[in-house]
């Protein structure tokens, strides 16, 4: 596709149940982020990929939270037994090169995450 | 403690003035800071990078200045358009990923 992909644009989940967010980089894209927007906030970092290689997780708010990019293109962030916390828009970006690098970052349009 | 600080409150301003957004940033020495547009409900969109060895950055309507000094980061856009409303985020890239901070939503009145 022309950009990157997001899905499911709305999300509402009962507190305790598990969901998955699905993003769909750039095709040839190496870098892919998942960040997370609180309202009225700027993005957190929660994770970084280089081709299928989680090279930085430190972001992710606990180990209910988990991601992956098995094949080196699609992404899937999975969080277990959501929280009211949790809600918030997950935003993927993907870039050419190997990190942010001097490129842009190009983002979905975010997934909104409700949890009741 | 690191910190990027933009100004929360909301700029409003009349069309046809020079809107100016300002990013201070904290205990960070990035090689680069760009600058984002988010709509509501949208993906921040990406403007301009200036990389730590540049004083100015301009594109059509856009400037950006960066001094590494002041650790700071100004923002112009000339000649506003109500259509240029929408929150600005700047970036810092200390290393591989980007950084940013909580953004200025600006107000263009026609």
């Known amino acids: 596709g022309a950009g990157v992909s997001q899905s499911p644009r709305y999300k509402v989940a009962k507190r305790g149940q598990d969901v998955a967010l699905r993003c769909d980089p750039i095709?040839?894209?190496?870098?892919l982020f998942w960040y997370q927007q609180a309202l009225g906030q700027g993005p957190e970092f929660l994770t970084y990929?280089?081709?299928?290689?989680?090279?930085?997780k430190s972001g992710l708010p606990s180990d209910r939270f988990f991601a992956e990019r098995p094949e080196g293109s699609v992404s899937t962030l999975k969080i277990q037994r959501t929280q009211q916390e949790d809600s918030a828009v997950y935003l993927c970006?993907?870039?050419?090169?190997?990190?942010?690098?001097?490129?842009?970052?190009?983002f979905g349009e975010g997934s909104r995450l409700t949890v009741l | 403690s690191q910190k990027i600080e933009q100004n929360s409150e909301a700029l409003n301003i009349q069309e046809g003035k020079t809107a100016t957004l300002t990013c201070n940033y904290t205990?960070?020495?990035?090689?680069?800071l760009q600058w984002y547009r988010q709509d509501p409900g949208r993906g921040p969109v990406f403007l301009l990078l200036?990389?730590?060895?540049?004083k100015e950055k301009r594109k059509e309507r856009l400037k950006v200045t960066f001094d590494t000094t002041l650790k700071q980061s100004l923002f112009h856009i000339t000649a506003s358009q109500p259509a240029d409303s929408a929150t600005y985020l700047c970036?810092?890239?200390?290393?591989?990923?980007?950084?940013f901070g909580s953004g200025t939503r600006l107000l263009v009145r026609p």
């Open positions: 970006a993907s870039s050419l090169g190997q990190g942010s690098g001097t490129g842009e970052l190009f």
């Open positions: 095709s040839g894209h190496v870098s």
């Open positions: 990929f280089q081709n299928e290689a989680q090279l930085d």
């Open positions: 205990n960070y020495s990035p090689a680069y």
């Open positions: 200036i990389r730590e060895n540049e």
């Open positions: 970036a810092l890239i200390p290393s591989y990923k980007l950084i």
